[in-house]
Each structure stands twice: as C-alpha cells, then as structure tokens.
C-alpha cells in the first residue's frame, strides 16, 4: 500500500485504491467495488450527518470507480453539496465529480448553476476558476444560456485576475463552440480585442484563440484586432529568448502564441495601412531569417517549437497572396523541407506548396522542385507522403511539363496503393485532357489508364474520352485504329471494350479501308469480348452491332445471325432480349436511308465543365481543387467541356 502523508488526508481512499490493485481477477474486483459501493450508500443514507471531509472522501471513491467503467447512480446530490463548502480541497473534489458524471439534462442543474453563480460573485479567484473550469467541462446548452452574459463581463473586468482572465476567456470560447447563438456580441467585443495588449502572456494567449474563433464567424466585429496582433507579433519575433523567460520553450520565444497570432491573421485579408502592413511583412521576414540561422539547441523540442511558427508564417504568406518575394522565399524555405529527414516535415511542405502552386507569383518557383517531387514519389516509404507528392504534382503541372509528370503518374500508378489509385487516375485523365497539344496523346494517355488501372477508371473517365474523340473530328481516326489495336491484347479490361465498342460504331468506317481492319475483322474482335463482359458493355456492344449495319452493309448478315441466336432473342436479361429484337427488325425492315438516319453518327456534346473535375472535387473537397483550378485557368489552361454520353448512348430503341 502505498505511503500517505497526514496532509494528503483520505487515508480510506488510497486503501481503496490499493486493494483493488491487488485484486487477482476481475471477479475480486467486482466484489470489492459492490462492497465499498454498498458501504457508501449505507453512509450516504445513515442518519448521522456526514461532513466534508467524509463527503470528499466518499465522493472521489465514486468517482473513481466510474473511472474503472463502472456506472454510478447516487452520490450526485452530495457532490453539489460540496460546492457550498468554503474549504478548496472540498469544493474541488465537487467540482470534478460534477464535470465528469453530470449530464446535461440532469435534474441538478438548476442546484449546480446556482452554486456557480455563488462563486463567480464572490470574487475569490480559485472559487471562480473552479467554477469556470466546470462550465467549460460540461458546456451545455443550460450552462451557456446562464452564464454567456456573466463571463465576458467577469474577463473585461478591470479587477479580474490574470488568472481567472485565462479561464473566462477559454471558458467563453467552449459555449460559443457549443452554442454560438447563446453567446451575444455586445460592448465587450472591442474590449476583449484590447486583451491582445495585456502584459500577461498567458491572457493574451487564451484571447487570441478566442478572438480568432469569434472572428471567423463575425470578421467586422473583430477587425481591429489585426493591428494589435501584428504589433504583437512584432514584439515577439524581435525580442530575445531571454526576453520572455517564462514563455520561452526551447529558445523559441511564446512559440504558442505566435502560432494562434498568425491563424488570427489569416481570418483576413492584408492589412490596408502601408504601416501595418509593412511592419507585418518585416515579422514574416525575420520568421523566414531565423529558419535559416543554425539551430540554437539540438533537441526535437526546438526544432517542431521553430518549425511550428515558420509552418504558420508561410500559411499567412500563401493566405495573402499579396507579397511576391516572400512568396518566392516561403517556395525556397519549403524546398528545402523535401529531402529532410524528418517524414512530417517532408508531408508539411508537400502539402504546403501545393497551395503554393496555384499562385501565379510562386508557381514558377515550386516547378523548380519537380525532379525532387518525383523522387519522393519514388522512393519515399510513407504512403501518406506520397499522396501528397501525387498532389503537388498535380498542383504544379502546366503545358511546359505536363508529358513529363503524367508519365510519372501512370508509371506510378501501376505500383501504387489502392486507397489513392481511383485519385491518381482522375487526376491523369485531367491533365491529360487540360494539356492536350495533341490529342493522339491525349488517347494513347487515357487507353494506357485503362490498361494499367483499369478498375479505377470510373464511368465519368471513359465517357470523357468518348465524348472529346466525337468532338475533334482531327481524332477520330487515330482513336478508332488505336483501341482497335488495344483490343487485339489477349485479356483486355471491360473499360477498354466499352470505349472500343463505342468509337468502332461510330468511327469503324474510317479504318476499315485497311485489310487488317476490316469490317468483319473489327466485328469478330469486338465479338470475341461479347461472352466476358457484363449485361451493361454487352448492350452497349449490341448497339455497336447495329451501327457496323449501317456503316458496313456486307457484314449485316453475320450480325443478324448473332441478332437472331437464341441467346440473344431469349436471353434472361430483358434490356438484352429487348434489344436484340428491336435491332434485329430495324436492320430487316428498314430502307438503307431510314437506317442512315436513325443511326447516324452521334453529333458534338455541347460546352461544358468536365465530370471528372466535379468527381475529382467531391473526392477531394471543393476549397482544395477549386483553388487549383482557379490558378490554372490564370495560367491559360484549355478545357474541353461537354456532357458526358451515357453508357448506351447509341442505343435505337423503336
């Protein structure tokens, strides 16, 4: 059993906690827990009145044994009478029973608010953190409809202690999470921006995570608070570590506070005084000086502690877009992070220059990185930094280098991991169709996809292609005689048959003047897939069948005996049946000029933005490629929109 000092007091406590240690089994456990719960409910319920410290002691055995995963159903009550106890120790004890085991919907709450009430008036600063510390605990709804009006006045208060000025504010900042709404704005909110000058670091550090929370939802209440947190950026960056003694970790000066200062800024946009301005421009300098000075300490502590503000103050740099020399140094700065050795710092700046890439200051500059880009792709061994090499390739691709990083992409393709193929592929096809000088490559791109990743390439990838082969009449061709060679393979990928199925029907007239593309041959290729596909590529094959009999009329005797074999006319599908039969009666009853026209070749689709795109943003999220589209079509990226065929979109039905 472990020793206890006559000040600790609870000495029935920590016998407690010993024996059940030095239980054997969970058996013995249990016993002894229904043992002691029984004995505190036989206390609790005694006609002899408890005081404090029996009620203290009683209490923290309950809440230990929750704490084990035990339910408690009793003792709440003398918990809240603890709240009215003038002794520390006692009211802390309440106070943390309360945060733990009481709901929200709890009958008690009307007692507990009035106890916090009672403390929060009397002015005594551990009373009151106490007390702010449990609203902040339990959060709710009833907490914030009572004490939202009560808890900005206690943190501007002239005569609040530090202290219980940290609490007020972290306190305030967990209701508006929970119930924004309940949280009015009102005078106090141009006096709580003035915290950002107070003397103590500690006060302004926990305003600024509130101001910043309270500024994303209400930009103009807050914005003279921009001023003052560069003024007190600027105090920081140029001090000495010796400086902010207490708040210096690791010789980086109030590394937290800096960090919440910059993502405060980054709630606007640059500042418009040329003052401000300026001398923000100066902070974010010397934050990108000191990264390039030798490194003050050898220990990990200093390093995450320097990095964090140098991550931040670049995050600020992108976020105004404004500064086209910090930008190009922020590109160089993170440069240098891809070869480090640390894995987080190579994910860090991956991730950060692909925002990087999409300003038309930097972008420049982050292509500078491409062959140290690919490498990591390459090499590197933590799939979650390679996603993001994939992403910064995608960021930074324009016409100059496009062939280069899609090659690199397809070749990684076929290597890498499952979760991120589906994303690879969408992202080649893109690029491939954006960059396309020449669309022959554009087909061989998307082909070779289907060949490498055939699984991933979604329906909106192939109808892609399909629908910007029909809309370059330049194509055409080349795209009809390349899948009728793709599909010669021994074992092709569905997609692949679904695509040669398609531009065959439509475009198989323009190869078959080559005896090795013969109408028939191209007929017996496309049949030969016919038994391995499922229903969907078969009816769209059969719609394929039906325009080689308009477009090649010596082979319409061998499709209708195809047409007309039981396996078609009765087959158990009925999109099948019904196809068969109606293609088999048009092909037997209509004139050569009915079946010129019904079949004729589908006309261009229309203008518009690419589905793969809008796929690639609902996988992604619509704030991560926007941007990068954005910075794109800055860079005169081309798109060939247009609606996407549907799968059997030859299909004649009469």
Known sequence: MPAVSKGDGMRGLAVFISDIRNCKSKEAEIKRINKELANIRSKFKGDKALDGYSKKKYVCKL??????????????????????????????????????????????????????????????????????????????????????????????????MDSVKQSAALCLLRLYRASPDLVPMGDWTSRVVHLLNDQHLGVVTAATSLITTLAQKNPEEFKTSVSLAVSRLS????????????????????????????????????????AVRGRLAECLET???????????????????????????????????????????????LGQFLQHRETNLRYLALESMCTLASSEFSHEAVKTHIE???????????????????????????????????????????????AIREEIVLKVAILAEKYAVDYTWYVDTILNLIRVAGDY??????????????????VQGYAAKTVFEALQAPACHEN?????????GEFGNLIAGDPRSSPLTQFDLLHSKFHLCSVPTRALLLSAYIKFVNLF???????????RSDSQ???????????????????????????????????????????????????????????????????????????EPAPASATVCL
């Open 569 to 643: 006319l009765k087959n158990a599908d009925v999109e099948l049946q019904q196809r068969a039969v109606e293609y088999l009666r048009l092909s037997s009853v209509a004139s050569t000029d009915i079946l010129a026209t019904v079949l004729e070749e589908m006309p261009p689709f229309p203008e518009r933005e690419s589905s793969i795109l809008a796929k690639l943003k609902k996988k992604k999220g619509p704030s991560t490629v926007t941007g990068l589209e954005e910075g794109r079509r800055e860079r005169g990226a081309d798109v060939n929109g247009g609606p």
């Open 457 to 474: 390439v979604s329906e909106e990838v192939w109808y892609r292609v399909i629908q910007i082969v029909i809309n370059r009449d330049d």
């Open 63 to 160: 809440l230990f044994i929750f704490l084990l995963g035990h339910d408690i159903d009793f003792g709440h009550m003398e918990a809240v009478n603890l709240l009215s106890s003038n002794r520390y120790t006692e009211k802390q004890i309440g106070y943390l029973f309360i945060s733990v085991l009481v709901n929200s919907n709890s009958e008690l709450i009307r007692l507990i608010n009035n106890a916090i009430k009672n403390d929060l008036a009397s002015r005594n600063p551990t009373f009151m953190g106490l007390a702010l510390h449990c609203i902040a605990n339990v959060g709710s709804r009833e907490m914030a409809e009572a004490f939202a009006g009560e808890i900005p006045k206690i943190l501007v208060a002239g005569d609040t």
């Open 372 to 418: 140290t880009v690919i490498n990591a792709l390459k090499t590197e061994r933590d799939v979650s930094v390679r996603q993001r090499a994939v992403d910064l390739l995608y960021a930074m691709c324009d016409r100059s280098n496009a062939q280069q990083i899609v090659a690199e992409m397809l070749s990684y393709l076929e290597t890498a991991d499952y």
């Open 287 to 333: 934050v990108l000086n000191k990264a390039q000075e030798p490194p003050k300490s050898k220990k990990v502590q200093h390093s995450n502690a320097r990095n964090a503000v140098l991550f931040e103050a670049i995050s600020l740099i992108i976020h105004h877009d404004s500064e086209p020399n910090l930008l190009v140094r922020a590109c160089n700065q």
């Open 496 to 504: 692949l048959v679904k695509v040669g199925g398609y531009i065959l």
């Open 553 to 563: 009329p010596e082979v319409k005797p061998t499709i209708q005996d195809v047409l």
């Open 235 to 274: 105090r920081i960056v140029t001090s000495a570590s010796t400086d902010l003694q207490d708040y210096t970790y690791y010789f980086v000066p109030a590394p937290w506070l800096s960090v919440k200062l910059l993502r405060l800024l980054q709630c606007y946009p640059p500042p418009e005084d040329p």
